[in-house]
């Protein structure tokens, strides 16, 4: 299916053309029939002689209401540019016009109306030339002209045909697997409940499926489809879709947000875009300027950061990053209209390159250069600068930032992968680049720790995912491939480099010497930590070097004995319990010879080491 839109000047005839092709007249509001002026979007079909079905919106020509027009010339197929025959081109004719170059609307037909108020040919022939003459140039260069009258139907078969004609030639709209409905009309019925309308984009909504509107996560479920006021079960792109949603308030629903399916679409307050100048615009655009910025049924302010020259004047074209003032859907290749404030008018248009960019620097040569690969590159060009600008990300996020269907981004991650172009590290990708830098940063990390704490393992793994400001799921990601790959390695909660080993130097092996003698002076009865700590300065490092050594074992937190002296212990109580089946602390002590201080600990660590295990206040040999 395909949807029309009609553009031209106030009073040229607009909805009286449509009312007479149609039999439907698309003025629904009582004040729109009490002052014969279009104020809002009015909606009409027909059935042409091929038997194709069309939609047709019928915009407002006035100057007061060209944001409503511009809300309804979004989604079209091809326009009917309509010029009333006794008056000619007129200033509203030429914005219309402009508007719909700006936003590459692929067709149209240029419609003369009202010839029967004109009975000089001469005078008609002056005014298509006019019309031809203003359109040169611009999308409608090319496009067929018919002469029409509502009143006594002249042309009207011609018209039908030319648009049969027209269609023929003219692709249908695609379908990538992300439906968006840019809603123009939220209403209620009684006994229906919420109905949003829209023209339908990028893929198909089916009865019954979950949809999200956003900006504003408003959840329901889609109760019932209408096309023309048929009951339908399934849309497609280019259908203008009435939905009935349960589940959803009206009071939440306004023009301008999108009904898709649930966690297709993010909202943004940003947007990288290329900027074309008007030859006509009343002024330059200037870094700073906040304008007002149309893309399909959506409206809001926007302020223009200008990235690579200080203003554009008119008739020119650059980029920009706009800063919206509240949240709207768009994705890359969305086309928009940029209107000034005081006194209103529209200044220009351009092109969404990227609908989720970090904040970028001014004059910034590699950020030129990655818009313009945005802007032009080839599929795997734009799918690998999309990475390399949100890195790590999702494929989902790269098919949702991207005019390509999901299969169609598969299979260029799929190339790129191959090339070894990107890293694919389960759920989270990153470019070649991007994966060589992330690289880079843990394992300099992790260096700059073995160079401050030589005699540690490593540093803890969260340590190290708050250092580099990443979320757990693609740090974990990232450590698991870089161990794979014998980058890093990861024990007991700490990371360190692959083949950092810790050694004693020849001094701190003149210590450990000195330690161990020490211990061995009094084998079962070993000073304290403090007072070897005093005389011999080691610390806790040191000291858990010699633990994973074997050199030492630690019993308690004041406590150490050489790992011969508790070798002994060990096979002095298994001795004890050869002869007697069970022992206290008391008994072990005095077989001992020493204090309690001494015996409950080391007992505690036996406990540990599954040498015995406690039953009361006595112990047996472990199982």
């Given at each position: 299916m395909y949807t029309i839109g009609t553009a031209g000047h106030v009073d040229h005839g607009k909805s009286t053309l449509i009312q007479a092709l149609t039999g439907i007249d698309p003025d629904r509001l009582r004040e729109e029939k009490e002052r014969g002026l279009t104020i809002d979007l009015g909606f009409a079909w027909l059935t042409l002689p091929s038997g194709k079905e069309i939609s047709i919106v019928d915009v407002p020509g006035h100057e007061r209401f060209i944001k409503n027009m511009l809300a309804g010339v979004g989604g079209i197929d091809a326009a009917l540019l309509v010029i009333a025959a006794d008056e000619g081109v007129m200033p509203q004719t030429?914005?219309?016009?402009?508007?719909?170059?700006?936003?590459?609307?692929?067709?149209?037909?240029?419609?003369?109306?009202?010839?029967?108020?004109?009975?000089?040919?001469?005078?008609?022939?002056?005014?298509?030339?006019d019309v031809r003459e203003t359109v040169a140039g611009t999308v409608l260069a090319q496009s067929p002209l018919v002469r029409v009258s509502a009143v006594t139907g002249e042309g009207l078969d011609a018209l039908r045909a030319a648009l049969d004609a027209l269609l023929a030639e003219t692709d249908a709209k695609r379908d990538v697997g992300r439906p968006r409905l840019p809603i123009d009309r939220?209403?209620?019925?009684?006994?229906?409940?919420?109905?949003?309308?829209?023209?339908?984009?990028?893929?198909?909504?089916?009865?019954?499926?979950?949809?999200?509107?956003?900006?504003?996560?408003?959840?329901?479920?889609?109760?019932?489809?209408?096309?023309h006021k048929h009951k339908i079960e399934t849309a497609l792109p280019g259908n203008r879709v009435a939905v009935n949603v349960g589940g959803v308030d009206v009071e939440d629903i306004y023009r301008g947000q999108v009904l898709t399916l649930p966690r297709m679409l993010t909202a943004t307050r940003f947007a990288d875009v290329r900027i074309r100048l008007l030859s006509s615009a009343p002024q330059p655009l200037e870094h700073g300027m906040v304008l007002t910025l149309h893309s399909g049924t959506m409206e809001t302010l926007a302020r223009v950061r200008l990235l690579d020259r200080e203003e554009i004047p008119p008739g020119e074209e650059g980029l920009a990053q706009l800063l919206l003032i509240k949240p709207v859907s768009l994705i890359k290749g969305d086309l928009f209209i940029i209107r000034q404030l005081s006194p209103a008018a529209t200044l220009g248009g351009g092109e969404v390159l990227d609908p989720y960019p970090p904040r970028h620097k001014r004059f910034a040569a590699d950020v030129v250069s990655a818009l313009e690969t945005l802007e032009r590159g080839s599929p795997a060009d734009m799918v690998l600068q999309a990475i390399r600008q949100r890195e790590p990300c999702t494929q989902a996020e790269i098919a949702g930032a991207l005019p390509f269907t999901a299969v169609e981004v598969e299979e260029v991650l799929a190339r790129l992968m191959g090339a070894e172009q990107v890293i694919d590290l389960g759920r989270s990708l990153y470019s070649a680049g991007g994966w060589a830098s992330i690289t880079e940063r843990v394992t300099t990390l992790l260096e700059q720790f073995h160079a401050r704490y030589p005699l540690r393992n490593g540093q803890g793994k969260e340590e190290v995912r708050r250092s580099l400001g990443l979320e757990s799921r693609v740090f974990n990601e990232i450590v698991q491939r870089l161990c794979a790959d014998e980058v890093i390695a990861e024990r007991e909660g700490a990371l360190r480099a692959f083949d950092f080993r810790i050694a004693l130097s020849p001094t701190q092996e003149e210590t450990a010497a000195t330690l161990l003698a020490v211990l061995e002076r009094e084998p079962l009865a070993p000073p304290s930590l403090s007072d070897i700590r005093e005389r011999l300065a080691v610390d806790d490092d040191f000291l858990n070097v010699l633990v994973e050594q074997g050199r030492i074992v630690r019993v308690d937190t004041d406590l150490i004995y050489s790992r011969q002296a508790y070798a002994q212990a060990?096979?002095?109580?298994?001795?004890?319990?050869?002869r007697v089946e069970r022992v206290t602390v008391a008994q072990v002590r005095d077989a001992f010879g020493t204090s309690r201080k001494y015996v409950l600990p080391l007992l505690e660590q036996m406990d540990r080491d599954s040498v015995t295990q406690r039953d009361g206040d006595e112990r047996t040999l472990a199982k």
């Open positions: 030429r914005e219309h016009l402009d508007i719909l170059d700006l936003l590459r609307v692929p067709a149209g037909i240029l419609v003369l109306t009202r010839c029967d108020l004109v009975e000089d040919e001469e005078w008609l022939q002056l005014v298509e030339d939220a209403f209620t019925l009684t006994g229906f409940g919420t109905i949003v309308t829209g023209t339908l984009l990028d893929g198909q909504l089916h009865t019954g499926d979950e949809v999200e509107i956003v900006p504003g996560n408003v959840s329901g479920r889609m109760r019932g489809l209408q096309s060990v096979e002095r109580v298994r001795e004890l319990l050869t």
